[in-house]
DNA sequence: ACCTGAACACCGTTCAAGT
DNA sequence: ACCTGAACACCGTTCAAGT
């Protein structure tokens, strides 16, 4: 369960240090002041120099995928715990709420989450993919008990979810709005069949 | 039911046609481009300098509102309209679906008039207010007839609905989302009283 | 193989100089 | 009173030169 970079091919020593340093600060920065804080910002931070930032993240889109990779990660297994949940329903409910705080954990990052999700080729949407294939599961089960709207996929309910304002959030960072959206998914229970 | 700027004092008249053609410089460009063409190309293609652009819309989010007053007066008078509708619900319901279409008009509006609400001195919330006034009206009846979420108010609703994202819409560009949040307000009405 | 920092491109905004 | 365009500030990204 480590959550450092990729598997990729190993990096030098001094090399793996300033990957580190500069995944660091940019978690320090996005949590003190939001995701807009500049680059430059985050290299000095770090104490590295602007080519070793941009040689170990080509783009900042690279750099917001890769502090959502751990939360990511979490998301996807927690996914997997909750498809042993009874209700599918509640399991999918809870997960959504887990995911609005997890997409809404700095300032300004969720509304890159849903602008990353609709395109199928940015660092995002690749970092998503292995929660996003657990989450689906989740999505059909609650569909199948009949219980959830069947009219959205789970790349649509991601995008939704993310594109919640950051305000109208309580103290403990849930939203107000999540549950408008989540009301407006869920569907009363069809009684069993009872033909035979 | 004229929709040319503020009352403020009167313009020169080549000041008031330099305003007129970056208004309408700024309507093509931002229907061809969305919203994020720069402010340098749309002072070229009124023929203005970026001085008299300037003079004329101190600051991006000017514009902004500049090019939403016509939309909004449209929903103000709609809203109006709205208001003497039986059904309550229904009004509101109609309300917010115009609304959601004219907010995504211009391809990335809707956002900053979601970011725009959030700062009650903005542009944007200055335009929206009288707008927003006659909205209220049909969101409490709504309300009162219990046919809707108590727990929303007017902002909350406006902003919620501008945050959708810009993709998921139809030809017709109604967004399927839409239809989701719409659900998770409805109530179902309750039964007329009946112990006396 | 990896690092540094100067340089470039872009865009919102300001301002000195004109009429 | 209003206009123009050069100049500035900011920020993402590139690249020549170093070790």
Redesign the pocket.
């Known amino acids: 369960m480590s959550t450092t970079p990729p598997a990729e091919p190993r990096?030098?020593v001094?090399?793996q240090r300033?990957y580190d340093a500069v995944l660091a600060a940019a978690h320090r920065l996005f949590a003190e002041h939001g995701i807009?804080v500049?680059?430059?910002e985050i290299g000095r931070e770090a104490?590295?120099?602007?080519?070793?930032l941009?040689?170990?993240f080509?783009?900042?889109d690279h750099l917001y995928a890769a502090v959502s990779l751990e939360r990511f990660a979490r998301l996807r297994d927690r996914a997997d715990e909750l498809a042993s949940q009874a209700d599918p329903w509640d399991a999918l409910a809870s997960w959504v709420r887990d995911f609005d705080l997890s997409a809404h954990h700095y300032r300004g990052l969720s509304g890159r989450v849903s602008e990353g999700l609709g395109r199928e080729d940015s660092e995002v949407s690749r970092a998503c993919l292995p929660m996003r294939a657990r989450a689906d599961v989740l999505l059909r089960r609650a569909q199948d008990s009949g219980e959830m709207d069947p009219n959205i996929d789970i790349k649509a309910l991601l995008t939704l979810v993310s594109s919640l304002p950051d305000s109208y959030r309580d103290g403990d960072g849930s939203s107000n709005l999540l549950d408008v959206v989540l009301n407006g998914l869920h569907r009363a229970p069809s009684p069993p069949p009872t033909h035979g």
């Open positions: 990096l030098r001094d090399a300033n807009d500049p680059m430059d104490g590295v120099g602007k080519g070793t941009y040689r170990h080509p783009t900042k």
